[in-house]
């Protein structure tokens, strides 16, 4: 029987551990440069190397985000993204691929004015596995019932601020794995530093059997393979998402193969794990 | 509507008050906001800190401010006998030292030696540029590109008193595009900065901390009006884009038998899209750490707004407000450019007050019913900043006008 929700990401991490390996999780803003690109970037990611894929849902007001993802999310709310559409994709990515587990990553807003029942249900029908919203810490709990009830995952962060005795209200109602933010600040400024990651995961794993993957800051291969000794998931987005950008003009017209690009540093990112 | 006892209780042990407010943010800011939440409380109950906030009100920002019977405006209007909370007063110029004066104590109880702030109109950054200035604090602000350009008399200003301004351009480079762009630096800097939230919005405790040091505004007006005329007022005005000003007069009336109405910007009109008036035309949705009254559209993307006053040019509105529009304590109406600039000019040839084109809205809806009120009826409006700063926006408007 095929697995789904939090017991497709469980049966993910099981299979790395087994293969001693650490997970690739890719980060894309659907709908980024279109929505018809990004489909076929989904589609190809789970054999260029992504172990489980994240797929981000625009929000015109991305606070957590740099430049990068801030620029991509703009593209994508002009290309007509909304949160139907991306349902959409996840069922068509369903069709070919039962195995790698979709998380959908956003802001909170767009999901309470689709409706938060209704979204939850939605997304569980057409095979979405779990959700990161960033906005949304442990302290306020209107996701939660409906995803555990939905048998999905909500997917917690943890910080480097997250102090020692704040972890078990943090980890205590996760599910599927802990997103660990590697360094203080938006997504693809500052690279992490590993001594500091080692100590925070140490911590945190003190308080939770669930796999830790580790994101914010990675862009390369080594970088990647670096982290892979401490996590059992590395989180690449920036660095995709400006693959994307290297392909478009200064009008946003897309002048070259946004879907090869990305896909050739998936593949050299997992390269880098892998060795 | 059922009666509540109290309209002052909120918010809630997790910063609610009803299904507004909230602490909507990332993991990384979480525990920063407990830590203000657990200094402002005890800071709250501190005599020491409550005395020097105290000193400093009195003797560097000149409180209080007067209540002045605006007698001209009074009989051109023929109705309603009209005061001002003359906050415009101020050191600074504005009600907004109020809050950075007490914020920048909590700082520096705090231990933080870099403090950051988002502005619009400009107020609140040079607000925060002269108590950074007064305490030797290095001074960070993020202020839109759109806003740098029609408030510029400001921005030299917050230089001379020593801030670093940071432009934003992302969005339509205004106060709410500051605001993100500030909580970004806050996440990237947490360890050594402090965020001084210029209005009764951000996640909780800032909605409720703001408030509560605005609330001298009301706090004195109380007192001043029983002196002058020997009891409460019949109603309250005041303009509202995030509400500090507002709160700040409204809060300590809230129990009392009195009508109290918020002014919101309605821009080119409320019917063009091109407005600042989120409650009487948003809905409810979560930005900037609270669940509020938001300018958006129907998937949940934030709209611009638009407003002649760069301090009402803001898509959300504080939390509180939110609720007390729920409950249907407070009126919520809307305002225009037109009405607004209209007012401004009344005001200054009548009452020689040149007041900023932000309670220039409230003043425009005093100029709409002041006059179908009885004479015997006492009217309160917050003049919550001077205008000295809306030169060139109300020349342009002039000009646009002439070449139309």
């Given at each position: 029987?095929?697995?789904?929700?939090?017991?497709?990401?469980?049966?993910?991490?099981?299979?790395?551990?087994?293969?001693?390996?650490?997970?690739?999780?890719?980060?894309?803003?659907?709908?980024?440069?279109?929505?018809?690109?990004?489909?076929?970037?989904?589609?190809?990611?789970?054999?260029?190397?992504?172990?489980?894929?994240?797929?981000?849902?625009?929000?015109?007001?991305?606070?957590?985000?740099?430049?990068?993802?801030?620029?991509?999310?703009?593209?994508?709310?002009?290309?007509?993204?909304?949160?139907?559409?991306?349902?959409?994709?996840?069922?068509?990515?369903?069709?070919?691929?039962?195995?790698?587990?979709?998380?959908?990553?956003?802001?909170?807003?767009?999901?309470?004015?689709?409706?938060?029942?209704?979204?939850?249900?939605?997304?569980?029908?057409?095979?979405?596995?779990?959700?990161?919203?960033?906005?949304?810490?442990?302290?306020?709990?209107?996701?939660?019932?409906?995803?555990?009830?939905?048998?999905?995952?909500?997917?917690?962060?943890?910080?480097?601020?997250?102090?020692?005795?704040?972890?078990?209200?943090?980890?205590?109602?996760?599910?599927?794995?802990?997103?660990?933010?590697?360094?203080?600040?938006?997504?693809?400024?500052?690279?992490?530093?590993?001594?500091?990651?080692?100590?925070?995961?140490?911590?945190?794993?003190?308080?939770?059997?669930?796999?830790?993957?580790?994101?914010?800051?990675?862009?390369?291969?080594?970088?990647?393979?670096?982290?892979?000794?401490?996590?059992?998931?590395?989180?690449?987005?920036?660095?995709?998402?400006?693959?994307?950008?290297?392909?478009?003009?200064?009008?946003?017209?897309?002048?070259?193969?946004?879907?090869?690009?990305?896909?050739?540093?998936?593949?050299?990112?997992?390269?880098?794990?892998?060795? | 509507?059922?009666?509540?006892?109290?309209?002052?209780?909120?918010?809630?042990?997790?910063?609610?008050?009803?299904?507004?407010?909230?602490?909507?943010?990332?993991?990384?800011?979480?525990?920063?906001?407990?830590?203000?939440?657990?200094?402002?409380?005890?800071?709250?109950?501190?005599?020491?800190?409550?005395?020097?906030?105290?000193?400093?009100?009195?003797?560097?920002?000149?409180?209080?401010?007067?209540?002045?019977?605006?007698?001209?405006?009074?009989?051109?209007?023929?109705?309603?006998?009209?005061?001002?909370?003359?906050?415009?007063?101020?050191?600074?110029?504005?009600?907004?030292?109020?809050?950075?004066?007490?914020?920048?104590?909590?700082?520096?109880?705090?231990?933080?030696?870099?403090?950051?702030?988002?502005?619009?109109?400009?107020?609140?950054?040079?607000?925060?540029?002269?108590?950074?200035?007064?305490?030797?604090?290095?001074?960070?602000?993020?202020?839109?590109?759109?806003?740098?350009?029609?408030?510029?008399?400001?921005?030299?200003?917050?230089?001379?008193?020593?801030?670093?301004?940071?432009?934003?351009?992302?969005?339509?480079?205004?106060?709410?595009?500051?605001?993100?762009?500030?909580?970004?630096?806050?996440?990237?800097?947490?360890?050594?900065?402090?965020?001084?939230?210029?209005?009764?919005?951000?996640?909780?405790?800032?909605?409720?901390?703001?408030?509560?040091?605005?609330?001298?505004?009301?706090?004195?007006?109380?007192?001043?009006?029983?002196?002058?005329?020997?009891?409460?007022?019949?109603?309250?005005?005041?303009?509202?884009?995030?509400?500090?000003?507002?709160?700040?007069?409204?809060?300590?009336?809230?129990?009392?038998?009195?009508?109290?109405?918020?002014?919101?910007?309605?821009?080119?009109?409320?019917?063009?899209?091109?407005?600042?008036?989120?409650?009487?035309?948003?809905?409810?949705?979560?930005?900037?750490?609270?669940?509020?009254?938001?300018?958006?559209?129907?998937?949940?993307?934030?709209?611009?707004?638009?407003?002649?006053?760069?301090?009402?040019?803001?898509?959300?509105?504080?939390?509180?407000?939110?609720?007390?529009?729920?409950?249907?304590?407070?009126?919520?109406?809307?305002?225009?450019?037109?009405?607004?600039?209209?007012?401004?000019?009344?005001?200054?040839?009548?009452?020689?007050?040149i007041p900023a084109l932000e309670p220039a809205h409230a003043v425009a809806h005093i100029i709409k019913v002041a006059g179908n009120l009885s004479e015997d009826h006492l009217m309160i409006l917050n003049m919550c900043g001077r205008g000295d700063k809306d030169m060139d926006t109300v020349s342009d408007y002039l000009a646009n006008i002439n070449n139309d």
């Amino acid at each position: 029987m095929i697995s789904k929700g939090t017991e497709r990401i469980r049966n993910c991490f099981i299979n790395l551990k087994r293969a001693e390996k650490t997970g690739l999780i890719t980060f894309i803003t659907a709908g980024d440069p279109t929505l018809e690109i990004s489909t076929n970037i989904f589609s190809q990611l789970p054999q260029a190397g992504a172990d489980i894929i994240e797929i981000g849902m625009p929000f015109s007001d991305p606070m957590a985000d740099g430049p990068a993802i801030q620029a991509s999310s703009l593209r994508a709310l002009k290309s007509g993204t909304t949160c139907s559409k991306i349902l959409k994709m996840v069922e068509k990515f369903r069709e070919q691929d039962e195995i790698t587990p979709v998380i959908l990553m956003g802001y909170f807003n767009p999901i309470y004015t689709y409706g938060v029942e209704k979204f939850v249900a939605d997304a569980s029908s057409v095979g979405v596995d779990g959700f990161i919203i960033v906005d949304l810490p442990p302290e306020e709990t209107e996701m939660r019932i409906p995803v555990e009830d939905a048998g999905l995952s909500l997917i917690y962060l943890t910080s480097p601020t997250t102090y020692n005795k704040r972890v078990p209200d943090v980890v205590r109602n996760a599910s599927g794995f802990i997103y660990h933010v590697s360094v203080l600040g938006i997504t693809g400024t500052t690279a992490p530093s590993n001594k500091n990651i080692e100590k925070d995961l140490n911590r945190i794993r003190s308080h939770t059997d669930l796999p830790i993957a580790v994101g914010f800051g990675i862009k390369t291969p080594e970088q990647a393979r670096e982290i892979s000794v401490y996590a059992d998931a590395v989180v690449v987005g920036s660095a995709f998402v400006n693959k994307i950008s290297e392909c478009l003009d200064i009008d946003g017209k897309v002048i070259d193969d946004c879907v090869i690009s990305v896909v050739d540093l998936v593949k050299d990112i997992k390269c880098g794990l892998n060795n | 509507m059922n009666k509540l006892n109290t309209y002052k209780e909120g918010p809630n042990e997790s910063g609610h008050f009803g299904i507004f407010g909230g602490r909507y943010v990332a993991e990384t800011l979480m525990p920063i906001i407990l830590e203000v939440d657990k200094a402002y409380t005890q800071a709250k109950l501190d005599e020491e800190f409550n005395i020097e906030l105290e000193k400093y009100l009195k003797h560097y920002v000149g409180r209080p401010s007067p209540l002045y019977f605006a007698e001209r405006l009074t009989k051109k209007l023929g109705g309603a006998k009209i005061y001002f909370k003359r906050e415009d007063l101020n050191h600074t110029g504005a009600h907004k030292v109020n809050n950075c004066m007490g914020q920048i104590l909590l700082a520096r109880h705090m231990g933080k030696k870099r403090i950051i702030a988002e502005t619009g109109a400009g107020m609140h950054g040079v607000a925060t540029a002269t108590v950074c200035a007064l305490f030797d604090l290095s001074c960070t602000i993020y202020m839109g590109a759109t806003d740098i350009k029609r408030q510029s008399a400001n921005v030299m200003r917050m230089r001379m008193l020593g801030a670093e301004i940071i432009p934003v351009t992302s969005g339509t480079g205004t106060l709410k595009d500051a605001m993100n762009d500030a909580l970004r630096d806050w996440v990237a800097n947490v360890q050594n900065t402090y965020y001084l939230i210029g209005t009764v919005a951000g996640p909780h405790p800032y909605p409720s901390m703001v408030r509560d040091f605005q609330a001298i505004i009301g706090k004195e007006t109380k007192r001043q009006i029983l002196e002058l005329e020997g009891r409460l007022p019949d109603s309250l005005v005041a303009c509202i884009g995030g509400g500090s000003n507002a709160m700040g007069l409204f809060y300590p009336f809230l129990d009392d038998p009195v009508k109290i109405t918020a002014v919101e910007a309605s821009g080119k009109g409320v019917g063009t899209g091109k407005h600042a008036a989120s409650i009487t035309a948003g809905s409810p949705g979560v930005l900037h750490g609270n669940r509020t009254f938001l300018l958006q559209d129907d998937e949940g993307q934030i709209i611009d707004a638009h407003s002649i006053s760069a301090g009402l040019d803001y898509p959300g509105i504080g939390p509180e407000h939110s609720w007390l529009h729920d409950v249907g304590r407070v009126e919520y109406v809307a305002v225009n450019d037109d009405e607004a600039v209209n007012a401004f000019h009344v005001c200054a040839r009548l009452e020689g007050i040149i007041p900023a084109l932000e309670p220039a809205h409230a003043v425009a809806h005093i100029i709409k019913v002041a006059g179908n009120l009885s004479e015997d009826h006492l009217m309160i409006l917050n003049m919550c900043g001077r205008g000295d700063k809306d030169m060139d926006t109300v020349s342009d408007y002039l000009a646009n006008i002439n070449n139309d």
